[in-house]
């Protein structure tokens, strides 16, 4: 039988390359036998990244989490506690959020006010053009 801890107040998924059955069954545990057990995801990205663990853990809880990572407004707005943007007195509105994903990172300019610029990564290249490229 598992002992689980009396601290657990809080069940945190995010990106881990050891996620196993054996952490996916604790944290269940924890969320199910513990009253007031928060389930926190660092984010949903899709395939290969936290996104299968959040869903794993979604699945066998039956719940779902407090997103605070990409394109998430909580994350958005916690830029008011931080102090580069406190000291500069940097509205959102002079931000620009910078990324090569449109799901996540544009996504979370956009919840926070923010300008938005996406950019063409190696990944996203290959979606949009046929390489090899042939100039005539």
Do not use: W
Not at 16 to 23: E, G, I, L, M
Not at 29 to 44: Q, V
């Amino acid at each position: 039988m598992v002992q689980l801890l009396p601290q657990v107040g809080a069940v945190v998924v995010g990106i881990d390359p050891r996620f196993n059955c054996y952490k996916l069954q604790y944290g269940t545990l924890c969320m199910r036998e513990k009253p007031g057990c928060i389930f926190i995801a660092t984010n949903r990205d899709p395939v290969g990244r936290a996104g299968c663990m959040v869903a794993a853990t979604c699945g066998s809880t039956e719940r779902g989490p407090i997103t605070v990572g990409n394109a998430q407004e909580t994350v958005c707005r916690l830029n008011v506690y931080c102090p580069v943007f406190c000291s500069f007195l940097i509205g959102t509105s002079k931000m620009c959020m910078v990324g090569d994903k449109q799901d996540a990172d544009i996504l979370f300019g956009q919840n926070a006010g923010y300008r938005t610029l996406l950019v063409l990564s190696d990944r996203l290249i290959s979606l949009v053009f046929e390489f090899p490229l042939t100039l005539k």
